[in-house]
């Protein structure tokens, strides 16, 4: 009785221990393939929102590569949650990069659009680099608020890049050029180089229905980015005022010299 005790205990415990062994091995499986899987969402998601285009001039006279990015908030969260996992940043670091980065896109008050050219042969000038994009949002037409200068200067054999900014606000109404939107088109002039003047404008295209801003405007970057508004919003008012309080002064001595000489007319 004592032996049958024995080996039935000896096969539970090694019941047990194989039962612990296909446990921890799908562990392992399950968190080296979560942070993989991860990244391949993101890495989905960034490209989703880039666009690229390629022209040639004859043989060897100049080939030019095109790639636009649109810094939708789907395509914002995306690429913060790749620089944190590539980077292993803690919390603080990645609201520290996301807040940085919403900064520079200033998306408060503009449209915002990564580019950049790959050139080989024959240089491309594209000075004045402004003159040569629209975005229709709708049916309005934009044109460029700020842009990377550099793109003023020849590209030579090199690849290039840099930001392009639209205004997102009208500026008599203050509507956003983005409200109930479904496409934004991004056009380039064909003349702009000799690897497009045969086929044209070229476009990029986006569908930005399913973006939603809203996801933004969470964490301790949002609120940072709150508090630089609200204080800038503070310094703005501030200015009014003195302006106000000077142009009240100038009201107040006026009303005093003309009662002093009213006073001085009616004793006479």
Not at 42 to 59: P, Q, V
Not at 141 to 162: K, S, T
Request: proline content about 2%.
């Amino acid at each position: 009785m004592k032996l049958l005790t024995e080996n039935l205990w000896k096969k539970r415990k090694k019941t047990l221990f194989c039962v612990a062994a296909a446990a921890l091995c799908c562990l392992c499986v399950l968190g080296g393939a979560a942070p993989a899987s991860a990244a391949g969402i993101a890495e989905r998601i960034l490209n989703s929102w880039s666009k690229r285009a390629e022209f040639s001039a004859g043989e060897g006279i100049q080939f030019l590569r095109i790639r636009v990015t649109y810094y939708s908030a789907e395509y914002i969260e995306a690429l913060v949650r790749s620089e944190a996992e590539k980077n292993l940043w803690t919390q603080a670091e990645e609201e520290n990069y996301k807040y940085n980065l919403l900064r520079r896109l200033n998306l408060d008050e503009t449209i915002a659009f990564h580019v950049e050219f790959d050139v080989t042969g024959a240089p491309l000038h594209l000075q004045p680099f402004d003159r040569h994009l629209k975005l229709y949002a709708g049916r309005t037409v934009l044109e460029p608020v700020d842009y990377d200068r550099r793109f003023n200067f020849a590209i030579r054999g090199e690849r290039r890049d840099g930001m392009v900014q639209f205004p997102r606000y009208a500026a008599g109404t203050g509507k956003s050029h983005l409200d109930g939107v479904r496409e934004l088109r991004l056009v380039m002039s064909g003349s702009m180089s000799q690897a497009t003047t045969r086929t044209g404008d070229v476009r990029f295209v986006w569908d930005i229905t399913g973006d939603d801003p809203s996801v933004l405007g969470t964490g301790s970057a949002a609120a940072r980015l709150e508090l630089d508004r609200l204080i800038r919003r503070l310094d703005r008012l501030k200015d009014d005022r003195g302006a106000l309080q000077t142009q009240l002064d100038a009201i107040d001595k006026e009303l005093a010299e003309i009662d002093a000489r009213v006073d001085e007319l009616q004793r006479q």
